[in-house]
């Protein structure tokens, strides 16, 4: 009973082997001699040839199977982390071209994102504080362009801005902008995937990684709506105000507004729920 027990596990690895190594058009079939064909189409080093050909059957058999077992699991791993190490670039690829540089009065930048394939851009309400006076600030495209824009409205509550690009004089370019691909900011859980994009000082661009480390909410007075605020371990600073909130697709699930240094500099993001809320109620007369 027992050795039927071992031909019969024999029979059903040698058969495995047979299909992974992808010998069914040989005319192998007897498990020690696909046992020993297996041993030589893996390549092994010569001491553990020496060592697989000196087994048993059904050892030599055990032992490729293990062989073949550990390699798919190393091409699995590679290949997650591979995966997980191209989905920021991915997310990034996604939504950069929809991220403007913003220089206000003074010549402080940020930033910001286009919502609006005509022109409007989402910010900071404290990005464009220095050019209240003016209404007017310089953007600069992800391609280059460096364009003025207006200010369109302002949310003192929520911190929000919206500009409009004035591009009436750029007659070699498009007139509809790329727009930011938007996600669903009330609809994020901690642990999350976030990425924050900005544009700091002397840098282009700024992208850092991190997840949602907190998800705060508070109420707004006059009409009961809650607006969510996305806490994020990725790096804040002070260019990155104004910029869009990545998930893992790169989608805009927030736009990223303030810092807490007594939570060791966690950042928030207002959700972009709240921000398409703002430029409806903010701009919807002007479209």
Same mark, same amino acid.
């Given at each position: #009973?027992k050795?039927?027990?071992? =031909?019969?596990e024999?029979?059903?690895?040698?058969?495995? *082997?047979?299909?992974?190594? #992808?010998?069914?058009?040989?005319?192998?079939n007897?498990p020690?001699?696909? =046992? @020993?064909?297996?041993?030589?189409?893996?390549d092994?080093?010569?001491?553990?040839?020496?060592?697989?050909?000196a087994?048993?059957t059904i050892?030599?058999?055990?032992?490729?199977?293990? @062989?073949?077992?550990?390699?798919?699991?190393?091409?699995?791993?590679?290949?997650?982390t591979?995966s997980?190490?191209?989905f920021?670039?991915?997310?990034?690829?996604k939504?950069?071209?929809s991220v403007?540089s913003?220089?206000?009065?003074?010549?402080?930048?940020?930033?910001?994102?286009?919502?609006?394939k005509?022109g409007?851009?989402?910010?900071?309400r404290?990005?464009?504080?220095?050019?209240?006076?003016?209404?007017?600030?310089?953007v600069t495209f992800?391609?280059?362009?460096k364009?003025?824009?207006?200010?369109?409205?302002?949310?003192?509550?929520y911190? *929000?801005a919206?500009?409009k690009?004035?591009?009436?004089d750029d007659?070699?370019?498009?007139?509809? @902008?790329?727009?930011? +691909?938007?996600?669903?900011?009330?609809?994020?859980?901690?642990?999350?995937?976030?990425?924050?994009?900005g =544009? +700091?000082?002397?840098?282009?661009?700024?992208? =850092?990684?991190?997840?949602?480390?907190t998800?705060?909410?508070?109420?707004?007075?006059?009409?009961?709506?809650?607006?969510?605020?996305?806490?994020?371990?990725?790096?804040?600073?002070?260019g *990155?105000?104004?910029?869009?909130?990545?998930?893992?697709h790169?989608?805009?699930?927030?736009?990223?507004?303030y810092? #807490?240094?007594?939570?060791n500099?966690?950042?928030?993001?207002?959700?972009?729920n709240?921000v398409?809320?703002a430029?409806e109620?903010?701009y919807?007369?002007?479209?």
């Amino acid at each position: #009973r027992k050795q039927k027990e071992i =031909s019969e596990e024999e029979d059903i690895l040698a058969h495995a *082997i047979k299909r992974k190594l #992808r010998l069914e058009d040989t005319i192998l079939n007897d498990p020690e001699d696909i =046992s @020993f064909a297996a041993c030589a189409a893996l390549d092994l080093p010569p001491r553990q040839l020496q060592a697989a050909l000196a087994s048993s059957t059904i050892e030599r058999l055990r032992g490729v199977k293990k @062989f073949l077992d550990r390699d798919d699991d190393t091409k699995r791993k590679k290949s997650t982390t591979t995966s997980q190490a191209n989905f920021v670039s991915a997310a990034v690829k996604k939504a950069l071209p929809s991220v403007v540089s913003i220089e206000s009065n003074g010549g402080e930048k940020a930033a910001g994102f286009v919502i609006n394939k005509d022109g409007i851009i989402a910010t900071n309400r404290h990005v464009v504080a220095n050019s209240a006076e003016s209404g007017v600030v310089d953007v600069t495209f992800h391609d280059g362009r460096k364009l003025p824009a207006d200010i369109l409205a302002v949310s003192e509550i929520y911190d *929000i801005a919206f500009l409009k690009v004035n591009d009436d004089d750029d007659t070699t370019q498009s007139k509809e @902008f790329a727009v930011a +691909p938007l996600g669903d900011g009330d609809n994020v859980s901690l642990g999350d995937w976030m990425i924050a994009v900005g =544009s +700091p000082a002397e840098f282009d661009h700024l992208v =850092s990684l991190g997840i949602v480390s907190t998800i705060k909410q508070r109420q707004r007075i006059s009409n009961g709506k809650t607006t969510t605020f996305i806490g994020t371990d990725a790096l804040f600073n002070k260019g *990155i105000s104004g910029g869009p909130l990545l998930n893992e697709h790169g989608e805009v699930v927030g736009m990223c507004t303030y810092m #807490r240094e007594d939570l060791n500099g966690l950042g928030f993001a207002i959700s972009i729920n709240r921000v398409m809320d703002a430029a409806e109620e903010l701009y919807s007369n002007l479209e």
